[in-house]
């Protein structure tokens, strides 16, 4: 079994940044590639952003310059960093590993963390 946890939600306002962390497995067979995806209330979960375990990485059009997700091998995390935080990117945000498929489908995901709470103020 893969374990994801999450950490690094919190409340910032319009305009500001936070950074989230998933702790993933040190190696695994079973994994190709993370991803964050956020679910806001009422709305479908949907893909943020993805890095492959030897690719690069890749983000939805709506976060694409103010979003990085990066891995670090070291700590072995995959963090995502976003800037400029908008008010309907409140939500939860899960972290997610698999071993492939569409990058933006949460069905191709075989793990999934516990998610951590977004919130951004206007």
């Known amino acids: 079994q893969v374990q994801l946890v999450e950490s690094g939600g919190g409340s910032v306002q319009s305009g500001g940044s936070l950074r989230l962390s998933c702790a993933v497995p040190?190696?695994?067979?079973?994994?190709?590639?993370i991803a964050w995806f956020r679910q806001a209330p009422g709305k479908e979960r949907e893909g943020v952003a993805a890095?492959?375990?030897?690719?690069?990485?890749v983000y939805a059009d709506s976060v694409k310059g103010r979003f990085t997700i990066s891995r670090d091998s070291a700590k072995n995390t995959v963090d995502l960093q976003m800037n400029s935080l908008k008010p309907e990117e409140t939500g939860t945000y899960y972290c997610a590993a698999g071993l492939g498929g569409v990058w933006s489908r949460p069905g191709d995901y075989s793990y999934w963390g516990q998610g951590t709470q977004v919130t951004v103020s206007s």
């Open positions: 040190g190696s695994s067979a079973r994994i190709n590639w």
């Open positions: 890095i492959f375990i030897r690719g690069n990485p």
